[in-house]
C-alpha cells in the first residue's frame, strides 16, 4: 500500500487532506505534536469523521492510519519513504516545520527516492514560494539542485468548511472531526514533479490563480460580508444571518461582482464554474449542522480588510477588471463596524476610527492611498452608513 505523509493533525488534517489519503486507498501517517493525538491514532489505527448538514449526519472511518511525533528522526524517515505529502499546520507554523521537510529532503536525496509532492493545504497566496525559500534555508548547494528538480510544493485551494466541537464531544473523542460534504481539492496541475496521484476529489487546474482568487473573493468573501452584516443586525450563527433576506440579497450580490470579474479576467470558460460555485456556497452557508459564528467568521477584521485580503481584495480586484465593486463596498462599510468584544483586532480598530478617522484607517490597515479610486469609494459608504 502507498504512504501518504500528512504534517499536521488537525481540523483540515484529519477532516479532509488525511480522509482524502485515506479514501484514495493510501496508508496515512501523520506528523503532530499533540501526545494525545499520536496516542490514540497509534491505539485505534482509525478515525471518525462525521459529515453533518440539515439533513442529518453519517459517521465515517478513516483507516489504516498511524502518528508519529513530529519532532522525532522517524518523522524525517517517513517524509524520505512517503509517496505523497501534504501540509495541513496554518501559515504561521510554516516556517517552524520546514527544518523538519528538509532534513527529510535530504534523506530521501541520500537514499536515492523519486520525487517529492508536497499539498500545501493552507489557503496561502503563493504558500509554494514561501515554503520553498523556508526549506532551502535548510538545505546545501546539492540539496537545493536536488530539490529544484524533484521537490513539488502544490498551492491547493481548501474549500471545506470545519465547525467547531462542543468540550464534551471533545471529551468523548479526541479524534473526532465533524465536517461539511463538500470535498472538492483544486490543486496547482503545473506544479507536481511526480504523476499527479489519483486522489478523490482532485482537481488539478492550471492557470492556478483562478482557484486561488476564486476561494479568496467568492467563499472567503462572500462568508466575511455575510458575517459582517450579520453582526449589525444581532445575529449569532451563520445561518442566522444568510436567511435574512436582505443580507443574503447583499452577500448575492459581493459574489456575483466577484464572479463577473473572475470571468472578465480567467475567460467565458470558467463562467458557468463560479456561477453554479456563487450558488453552493450560498446553500453551504445555511448549513445549521456548522454552528458557524457570526464572531468566528468576522473575526480579526484588521486581517480581512488588508488590500490583498477577501473584501478588499476583493472590491480592487473588480476595479482592475472594469467591474463595479458597488456590492463589495457594503460589506467592508459593516466590517469597519465590527466591534465583537474579545476580538484579537476589533477594538484597536475601533479605537483608531474614533480618535484617527477613516481617511487614516482606510490608509492605515487597507494600505490604499488618496489617488485610488476605492479609497472615495470606501470613505463615502462608510459615512453613509453611520
Sequence with gaps: MKKAVVYGGGNIGRGFIGKVFADSDFEV?????????IEEMNRRGSYTVRIVSNEGQQDTLVQPVRA????????????????????AVGVNVLPRIAPIIAKGIALRMEEKGGPLD???????????????????????????????????????????MVPPLTPEMRAADPLLIC????????????????????????????????????KLFLH???????AYLGKRKGYTYIWEAIADPEIYQAAKAAMDASAKALVAKFGEEIRKNVEDNV??????????????????VGADPVRKLRRNDRIVGAALFCLEQGVDPSPILQGIAAALRFDQEGDPSAPALQKDLEEKG????????MGLTPDEPLYAMIKEVYEESK
Design 279 to 296: 450558488v453552493d456556497l450560498l446553500f453551504r452557508f445555511q448549513n445549521r449542522a456548522l454552528k458557524d459564528t457570526v464572531a468566528r
Design 68 to 87: 508519529v511525533d513530529a519532532s522525532t528522526d522517524q518523522a524525517v524517515s517517513e517524509i524520505a519513504s512517503c509517496d505523497i505529502m501534504a501540509t
Design 179 to 214: 465536517v461539511e460534504p463538500y470535498s472538492e481539492l483544486p490543486v496547482d496541475r503545473e506544479a507536481f514533479k511526480g504523476e499527479i496521484p489519483d486522489l478523490v476529489g482532485l482537481i488539478p487546474y492550471a492557470p492556478f490563480e483562478f482557484y486561488i482568487k476564486r
Design 118 to 160: 508536497i499539498i500545501l493545504c493552507e489557503n496561502q497566496l503563493e504558500a509554494d514560494i514561501l515554503m520553498r525559500g523556508w526549506i532551502y534555508d535548510c538545505l546545501n548547494d546539492a540539496q537545493k539542485a536536488w530539490a529544484e528538480k524533484n521537490l513539488g510544493l502544490i498551492e491547493a485551494s481548501i474549500g471545506r
Design 220 to 226: 472567503n468573501g462572500g462568508h466575511a460580508v455575510c
Design 29 to 37: 501517517v501523520f506528523l503532530d505534536i499533540m501526545p494525545v493525538i
Design 358 to 365: 477613516i481617511d487614516h484607517v482606510i490608509a492605515h490597515y
